[in-house]
């Protein structure tokens, strides 16, 4: 007599399966709560700002594109370009140093240095805002202690200018890079570098057709992820330039602020909409080359 069938796959398993999915979303809803009012509320009332005019004396409120479109124009526009640059610039150069610091870090025998380099990247990654610009001014500014030693006047250094400031963002950049591309180098399994060398690959090779290609969605996923920071960043900026240097969050403080012309208030959630749209774009083409190489460095 045949014995009715128990595996996950019957119809009890498909029951049971089934009775399983409620709990699972009633146990995500604490997340999907916290997400809801933290970040969707926000993004709704700043969507909300940015496409909208309220008329001060009736008091109404209608659609517009006013202050989309004057937050591409004029200083607006400059202000984004700014900080655009300064974020990629810092991207490149913070993602190269980090790479080659990590992989010396990963191919050393010193179990004290991997643990020293990354207890040291920990610190500085999370260093910033205005205890960074203090530091840097007090060492590096007009009358530092290493300005005045170096005479780095003389070779044209300026602390307060575009140049300094994105020596600064190399500062917690370049150690956020160590620690996002350290796991990913530990993947890299030695079996692949001895396969090449065993069918006579030299180790340019094995980086240029194996290293690389496995590495490259975590290289420009520790890309995005310092472009994010640079991006983002204001305190840092704030304290240490001003307003010498065009930047978008520099800009946003002060339309907040009230520094604004009358009727244009709203064009710092306007300038806050095209930020989270630059971010998506990068975002964008990172996932899908995430999710293709996952399954190397698992």
Request: a positive charge; aromatic letters at 8%.
């Given at each position: 007599?045949?014995?009715?069938?128990?595996s996950?796959?019957?119809?009890?398993?498909?029951i049971?399966?089934?009775?399983?999915?409620?709990?699972?979303?009633?146990?995500t809803?604490?997340?999907?709560?916290?997400?809801?009012?933290?970040?969707?509320?926000?993004?709704?009332?700043?969507?909300?700002?940015?496409?909208t005019?309220?008329?001060?004396?009736?008091?109404?409120?209608?659609?517009?594109?006013?202050?989309?479109?004057?937050?591409?124009?004029g200083?607006?526009?400059?202000s984004?370009?700014?900080?655009v640059?300064?974020?990629?610039?810092?991207?490149?150069?913070?993602s190269?140093?980090?790479?080659?610091?990590a992989q010396?870090v990963?191919?050393?025998?010193?179990?004290?240095?991997?643990?020293?380099?990354?207890?040291?990247?920990?610190?500085l990654?999370?260093?910033?805002?205005?205890?960074?610009?203090?530091?840097?001014?007090?060492t590096?500014?007009?009358?530092?202690?290493?300005?005045q030693?170096a005479?780095?006047?003389?070779?044209?250094?300026n602390?307060?200018?575009?140049?300094?400031?994105?020596?600064?963002?190399?500062?917690?950049?370049t150690?956020?890079?160590?620690l996002?591309?350290?796991?990913?180098?530990?993947?890299?399994?030695?079996?692949?570098?001895?396969?090449?060398?065993?069918?006579?690959?030299?180790?340019?090779?094995?980086?240029?057709?194996?290293?690389?290609?496995?590495?490259?969605?975590s290289?420009?996923?520790g890309f995005?992820?310092?472009?994010?920071s640079?991006f983002?960043?204001?305190?840092?900026?704030?304290?240490?330039?001003?307003?010498s240097?065009?930047l978008?969050?520099?800009k946003?403080?002060?339309?907040?602020?009230?520094?604004v012309?009358?009727?244009?208030?709203?064009?710092?959630l306007a300038?806050?909409?095209?930020?989270?749209?630059?971010?998506g774009?990068?975002?964008?083409?990172?996932?899908?080359?995430?999710?293709?190489?996952?399954?190397?460095?698992?």
């Amino acid at each position: 007599m045949p014995v009715p069938s128990t595996s996950p796959s019957g119809p009890a398993g498909g029951i049971r399966r089934r009775r399983r999915g409620p709990r699972t979303w009633l146990a995500t809803l604490p997340l999907l709560l916290f997400t809801g009012v933290c970040f969707g509320l926000p993004v709704a009332a700043l969507l909300s700002g940015a496409v909208t005019r309220t008329d001060p004396a009736t008091g109404r409120t209608a659609l517009t594109g006013e202050h989309l479109q004057r937050s591409l124009q004029g200083p607006y526009l400059g202000s984004l370009v700014g900080s655009v640059q300064l974020s990629a610039l810092t991207a490149v150069i913070g993602s190269l140093a980090g790479v080659f610091i990590a992989q010396a870090v990963v191919t050393s025998r010193r179990q004290w240095l991997r643990g020293a380099t990354l207890t040291a990247s920990g610190v500085l990654a999370n260093f910033g805002g205005v205890p960074l610009a203090f530091a840097f001014i007090a060492t590096a500014g007009i009358s530092g202690v290493v300005t005045q030693l170096a005479d780095l006047e003389s070779l044209g250094w300026n602390l307060y200018s575009f140049t300094g400031l994105a020596v600064v963002y190399l500062y917690f950049l370049t150690p956020l890079m160590v620690l996002v591309i350290v796991p990913a180098l530990d993947g890299l399994r030695p079996q692949w570098r001895e396969a090449a060398q065993n069918t006579g690959a030299s180790g340019w090779q094995f980086w240029r057709l194996v290293g690389l290609p496995v590495l490259a969605p975590s290289l420009l996923g520790g890309f995005v992820l310092l472009f994010g920071s640079a991006f983002a960043a204001h305190a840092t900026a704030a304290a240490l330039v001003g307003g010498s240097v065009p930047l978008v969050t520099l800009k946003i403080a002060d339309a907040l602020s009230g520094n604004v012309l009358v009727g244009q208030e709203n064009v710092a959630l306007a300038l806050s909409l095209d930020m989270i749209v630059i971010a998506g774009l990068v975002m964008a083409v990172y996932l899908p080359l995430q999710r293709r190489s996952a399954r190397w460095l698992r």
